[in-house]
């Protein structure tokens, strides 16, 4: 059996099929991590989902935050729903969509294998959380999607505020404040406190802000880590961090990671050719 960690997707389906071909994945032995972002701006986002849904059985995954974005929109009305991108259009009104999002919703923020030594999550983590105080972070959300209330959750979900994690949070605000740590931080101060315009490279950053895997007197977490979201910053290892967003939507290409073994092992494919970074960067 393989254990393979697979890096934003975003609805490069072609590029998808082109990394299973080459990893030879066995869906009878092998299983897949997905790091999240699954869906938006590949411009095959149903496709993407329908294949992956085919691989629930061998696959798990952590919700990125264009995922969570595609949910709530999911809860809007339909005059709204047709408003959005014609790809993320194309899943809400799909005759399969109430099964692909009902699955979607029921992901998790965050995968923790004891035996193997390996979390997962889309983008950060806060310093001051040690991994089990991020596992009851992440599982307290994930019960809100998961149950009657996750319409509330998905409609109050989005903003900036609170900008850090601390334990005194309550309610939306505390979930808010989660979701947005897993799913959308690259930079935070020493506090925390993500910078949610940082986007580029390490060095370019604002004063007193730093990648979250580099915080000064963060808590250390005895886990090797693998997440996606950052795809300026490339394939990077250091720190017990793995990051395979390889920036396939932009141009670059879709990594896949082989974690269960003693070394990590990398399988890429090249992005279509037709893909590229737009002139103001990516998301």
């Not at 923020?109 to 889309?122: C, K, P, Q, R, V």
């Not at 730093?210 to 910053?233: D, N, Q």
Request: aromatic share 8%; with cysteine.
């Amino acid at each position: 059996m393989a254990v393979y960690a697979i890096g934003d997707v975003q609805g490069c389906y072609p590029e998808l099929q082109r990394l299973l071909e080459k990893i030879r994945f066995d869906p009878a032995a092998d299983q897949l991590w997905f790091c999240g972002d699954l869906v938006n701006r590949g411009g095959e986002s149903l496709a993407t989902l329908r294949l992956i849904h085919s691989l629930r059985e061998r696959s798990i995954i952590t919700l990125g935050n264009h995922d969570l974005s595609l949910l709530a929109i999911g809860q809007r009305r339909e005059d709204a729903q047709q408003r959005v991108n014609p790809e993320l259009r194309e899943v809400l009104f799909a005759d399969d969509a109430p099964v692909l999002l009902e699955w979607l919703r029921m992901q998790k923020l965050l995968h923790h294998d004891e035996a193997l030594g390996w979390t997962m999550i889309h983008a950060g983590l806060a310093p001051t959380w040690t991994l089990r105080q991020a596992q009851r972070a992440a599982m307290e959300v994930e019960r809100e999607l998961g149950s009657a209330r996750h319409q509330r959750l998905l409609k109050n979900m989005f903003g900036n505020r609170p900008a850090a994690w601390t334990n005194r949070l309550q309610g939306v605000e505390r979930h808010r404040a989660t979701i947005n740590t897993l799913t959308r931080m690259r930079y935070c101060d020493v506090n925390g406190r993500i910078d949610f315009e940082g986007k580029d490279r390490p060095g370019t950053q604002k004063p007193g802000m730093y990648p979250w895997f580099e915080v000064p007197g963060m808590r250390k977490r005895e886990t090797k880590i693998v997440c996606g979201h950052w795809s300026a910053l490339g394939r990077f290892a250091g720190l017990g961090v793995y990051a395979i967003d390889t920036g396939c939507v932009w141009g670059g290409q879709l990594t896949a990671m082989r974690i269960d073994e003693e070394e990590p092992q990398y399988i890429t494919v090249q992005a279509e050719p037709h893909r590229q970074k737009p002139k103001g960067g990516g998301d």
